[in-house]
């Protein structure tokens, strides 16, 4: 982390579980166990607990941000959400390209930049995911990968609407699966995410872009991710479940 330059944020991903009930329990137990973080906090909650989670962080540092959104205003598309049907809520954040919709729901590098187009439009934060397979990286494509979803899915993007993404580096053999990218390979793909910026953008935008590591990043790993130069941040499965676990990384964040 480099926290004169940018912001250190670590954002739970809860996919889908917890249901209103338990998702309020569990905020409430979070809350006080970060009140002090020096990073930002974020939980991003299926749909159907975005209310709970709103009210149950009213007063609290935790923002709270949705899972996905489509990128249509409106329309014949059953089973969807739109953006500005979240920003009417009071979301600040959702997460577009996560690597299970790429896997299992169709998402592509382009949908997922209109995607983030529409979040954009709507007025929320985006937090955007990039990452290879595991045959991608014994390929040794992981540079050229990483840095192609990045641009595709920025198209569009002006420098000033850049200040409301983060991007998330989650290598989809990571993801879930216990395995950890070491810290120098977390560091390397995050700095090679950072260059993208700085090529397409400026140096200025790629030195206070927020880039997160996702890859089953958790209470014991997260002293050394977070330690790396270009870690800034976590987006958090599992352990964002547990109060105790999740706290444990917002702390190492606030170091």
Same mark, same amino acid.
């Given at each position: 982390m480099n926290k004169q330059l940018r912001?250190?944020?670590?954002?739970?991903?809860? *996919?889908?579980?917890?249901?209103?009930?338990?998702? *309020?329990?569990?905020?409430?137990?979070?809350?006080?166990?970060?009140?002090?973080?020096?990073?930002? =906090?974020?939980?991003?909650?299926?749909? =159907?607990?975005?209310?709970?989670?709103?009210?149950?962080?009213?007063?609290?540092?935790?923002?709270?941000?949705?899972?996905?959104?489509?990128?249509?205003?409106?329309?014949?598309?059953?089973?969807?959400?739109?953006?500005?049907?979240?920003?009417s809520m009071g979301l600040e954040y959702v997460i577009i390209g996560h690597s299970e919709r790429r896997q299992y729901f169709g998402e592509t590098d382009v949908t997922v930049n209109k995607r983030t187009r529409a979040a954009l439009d709507a007025g929320l934060n985006v937090i955007l995911c990039v990452g290879e397979l595991l045959e991608q990286r014994e390929q040794g494509v992981t540079a050229?990968?990483?840095?192609?979803?990045?641009?595709?899915?920025?198209?569009?993007?002006?420098?000033?609407?850049?200040?409301?993404?983060?991007?998330?580096?989650?290598?989809?053999?990571?993801?879930?699966?216990?395995?950890t990218a070491t810290a120098d390979q977390a560091n390397e793909v995050c700095a090679v995410i950072r260059k993208v910026i700085a090529d397409v953008y400026d140096k200025a935008a790629a030195d206070t872009m927020t880039v997160q590591y996702g890859g089953s990043m958790n209470d014991g790993n997260a002293d050394e991710l977070?330690?790396?130069?270009? =870690?800034?941040?976590?987006?958090?499965?599992?352990?964002?479940l547990v109060a105790e676990k999740f706290a444990a990384i917002v702390k190492a964040a606030s170091k």
């Open positions: 912001k250190a944020i670590i954002a739970g991903n809860w *996919k889908m579980n917890k249901t209103p009930a338990e998702t *309020k329990s569990l905020l409430t137990e979070i809350a006080p166990l970060v009140k002090d973080a020096d990073c930002d =906090v974020i939980a991003c909650v299926p749909y =159907v607990d975005l209310t709970t989670a709103i009210d149950a962080t009213q007063g609290t540092n935790i923002k709270i941000g949705a899972e996905n959104c489509h990128w249509a205003e409106s329309g014949a598309f059953t089973g969807e959400i739109s953006a500005k049907m979240l920003a050229e990968l990483v840095a192609m979803q990045t641009k595709i899915a920025l198209n569009g993007v002006s420098k000033d609407e850049l200040k409301k993404i983060i991007i998330a580096y989650e290598p989809v053999w990571a993801i879930g699966t216990g395995k977070l330690g790396k130069p270009d =870690v800034d941040g976590g987006l958090i499965g599992g352990a964002a």
